[in-house]
C-alpha cells in the first residue's frame, strides 16, 4: 500500500522562476489538498479537488498560484514569477469521500521550496 | 477565522515521565484530528475524534475531545525518545468544509 507520494522532495530556485511540483495521492482517494507551511506554523490550506473538481481556494493562493487536476489522479502546483515568501513546504494530502463523518487526510513528505 | 490554540508550545521532558498537550478554540469543530510530524517529513494521523467527551487510545497515547467540541488533549504516558516530534491539532470547522485548520504545534523532546 503507497502513501501519498510529492516530487520533487527539494526545489531551490532563483527569484523570479517558475515551478512545477507533482502530487500522487493514495491511489482509492478521490480527494486531494495542497497546504503551505513555514517555519514555526502549522500547514494552512490552499485548495482541494474532488476528482478533477477543484472547489476550494484559499486566499492564500495568489494569482500567480495555479493547481490542477486534470484526470482526477495526480495534481500539480505550479508557482509562477516566485518570490522569496513562497519558500515554504508545500505539503499534499488526500482522503477518501464518505469513509466518516469526516475525511481523514494523510498526508505526503512535502516539498521543500528554497526561492533564493 | 476559526483558531486552534495549542501548548505549550515547547516541552522538554526526561524519557518514562508523562505529558498532557492542549489544543483549544473559540469555535466548535466537527471533528478534530491529532497528527505528528518530524523534521522534514510531512505529518502521520494519529486518531481522529469526532463525539463531545469521546476518549481515543493509542498505546501510550491517549486523547481527548471536550463535551462542547472546542478543545481536546492528547496525554502520553511513560514517554520515549521515540514521542519525539511536533504535535499538530486540526480541526474541521463545520458540515460541507474540508479544509483542515491546524494549530501551530507543540514541539516534544524526550530526552533519554
Known amino acids: 500500500d503507497t502513501g501519498v507520494s510529492q516530487n520533487p522532495r527539494h526545489k531551490i530556485t532563483k527569484r523570479g522562476q517558475n515551478v512545477t511540483f507533482r502530487c500522487d495521492p493514495i491511489?482509492?482517494?478521490?480527494?486531494l489538498y495542497w497546504y503551505r507551511q513555514t517555519l514555526g506554523q502549522g500547514p494552512e490550506f490552499l485548495t482541494y479537488?474532488?476528482?478533477?473538481?477543484?472547489?476550494?481556494k484559499s486566499r492564500l493562493l495568489s494569482d500567480r498560484f495555479s493547481a490542477e487536476r486534470p484526470k482526477g489522479s495526480f495534481s500539480t502546483l505550479e508557482i509562477q514569477r516566485t518570490e522569496q515568501g513562497d519558500s515554504a513546504m508545500y505539503l499534499c494530502a488526500s482522503s477518501q469521500q464518505g469513509g466518516l463523518v469526516i475525511d481523514e487526510q494523510y498526508f505526503g513528505p512535502g516539498t521543500r521550496l528554497t526561492v533564493t | 477565522t476559526q483558531l486552534l490554540e495549542q501548548s505549550p508550545q515547547f516541552l522538554s521532558i526526561q524519557e518514562g515521565e508523562n505529558l498532557t498537550v492542549y489544543c483549544n478554540s473559540s469555535s466548535v469543530f466537527s471533528s478534530l484530528q491529532w497528527y505528528r510530524q518530524e523534521p522534514g517529513e510531512g505529518p502521520v494521523l494519529l486518531v481522529t475524534v469526532v463525539t463531545g467527551g469521546e476518549v481515543k487510545k493509542l498505546k501510550r497515547l491517549t486523547f481527548q475531545f471536550g463535551d462542547a467540541r472546542k478543545d481536546s488533549s492528547l496525554h502520553i504516558t511513560a514517554a520515549q525518545p521515540g514521542d519525539t516530534g511536533l504535535y499538530l491539532c486540526?480541526?474541521?470547522?463545520?458540515?460541507?468544509?474540508?479544509?483542515?485548520?491546524f494549530g501551530k504545534g507543540t514541539k516534544l523532546s524526550v530526552i533519554p
Open positions: 491511489s482509492e482517494h478521490n480527494r
Open positions: 486540526a480541526g474541521v470547522p463545520g458540515a460541507g468544509s474540508y479544509q483542515l485548520t
Open positions: 479537488f474532488q476528482n478533477e473538481a477543484q472547489l476550494e
